[in-house]
């Protein structure tokens, strides 16, 4: 592979993952907010609540992967 196509190559996964890890961010932080209310009646433990959306990761970001090629 020539040093300019690693550059270009290395150059578009940076913006890439950042773009991704940005759209992942807030989408689970605006999850997060329309979900307090349920997880406040329920009286959720902090653990059962971060293990939710460390199970929601892989959904989130099969949804957010095109969003974050553009």
């Keep these: 592979m020539k040093l300019l196509h690693r550059y270009i190559l290395s150059s578009f996964l940076k913006n890439f993952f950042l773009c991704l890890l940005g ?3 807030l989408f689970l932080i ?3 907010m329309d979900r307090i209310d349920n997880v406040m009646n329920e009286n ?3 653990i059962t609540m971060a293990l939710y959306f460390i199970y929601k990761i892989p959904l989130t970001m099969t ?3 095109p969003i974050a090629m553009l």
Excluded: C
């Design 63 to 65: 949804l957010m992967l």
């Design 30 to 32: 605006f999850d997060f």
């Design 23 to 25: 759209f992942l961010f």
């Design 44 to 46: 959720a433990s902090f």
